[in-house]
């Protein structure tokens, strides 16, 4: 059996990212351009999957920025 190759992809700047983590090395990256639904997304997500859930924030093209959903969703 072959092994599973990564996806690998750049990341947008100006997009909201968040990851969750299906199991053993199984990452799945998701990302939305508007704050407000990328924050309703994360939101969402938690409910399902709880602590594998999470949010990276903001790509600016270096580092992610607006990483504090809790600070986001209070300002929104």
Do not use: C, H, P
């Not at 992809?9 to 990302?31: L, M, P, W």
Request: aromatic residues 14%.
């Amino acid at each position: 059996m072959s092994r599973r190759s990564l996806k690998k992809f750049d990341f947008g700047k100006g997009i909201y990212y968040f990851n969750i983590n299906k199991g053993a090395n199984s990452n799945i990256t998701i990302k939305r351009v508007e704050k407000a639904k990328a924050i309703d997304a994360y939101k969402s997500y938690v409910k399902s999957y709880q602590d594998k859930v999470e949010w990276l924030g903001k790509w600016d093209g270096s580092k992610f920025i607006e990483s504090d959903v809790e600070k986001l969703s209070k300002a929104s």
